[in-house]
């Protein structure tokens, strides 16, 4: 049973940066596909960057793109976010996901969106506050 924790939350002023990890384990083989979602109160859970371990190919909502960047440690079994330009809006308790499934998944996403459904594991999350 795969297994994901998140660490790196915190606060930060508007304006500063934060790097979110996320370590994996039980993963048995290298096609599957990481993601990066945060939620507020009342609200779905919103997608925001996906990396297919596969061959590294990342995707990114608009309202994320340019500031935050998904990537890997070399070893594959680390998730990173990191997190520039934050502002009040980026408040919201943030969780890493996985789904066995590879580039046919980045595909689905580009035309669907990062969707909550797409993905089976999930971490605890880790709350990211930023003030103004």
């Known amino acids: 049973q795969p297994q994901l924790a998140e660490s790196g939350g915190g606060s930060v002023q508007a304006g500063g940066s934060l790097r979110l990890s996320c370590s994996m384990s039980?993963?048995?083989?290298?096609?599957?596909?990481m993601g990066w979602f945060r939620q507020t109160p009342g609200n779905e859970r919103e997608g925001i960057a996906t990396i297919y371990i596969g061959n590294g190919i990342s995707h990114y909502a608009d309202s994320v793109k340019g500031r935050f960047t998904i990537s890997l440690d070399d070893t594959k079994r680390t998730l990173f976010l990191q997190m520039d330009s934050l502002s009040p809006d980026d408040t919201a308790m943030y969780y890493c996901?996985?789904?066995?499934?590879?580039?046919?998944?980045?595909?689905?996403?580009?035309?669907?969106?990062?969707?909550?459904?797409?993905?089976?594991?999930w971490g605890q999350g880790t709350q990211v506050t930023v003030s103004s």
């Open positions: 996901a996985s789904t066995f499934a590879g580039q046919d998944l980045i595909s689905l996403i580009q035309r669907q969106g990062i969707l909550a459904r797409f993905f089976k594991y």
């Open positions: 039980g993963f048995g083989y290298n096609s599957y596909t």
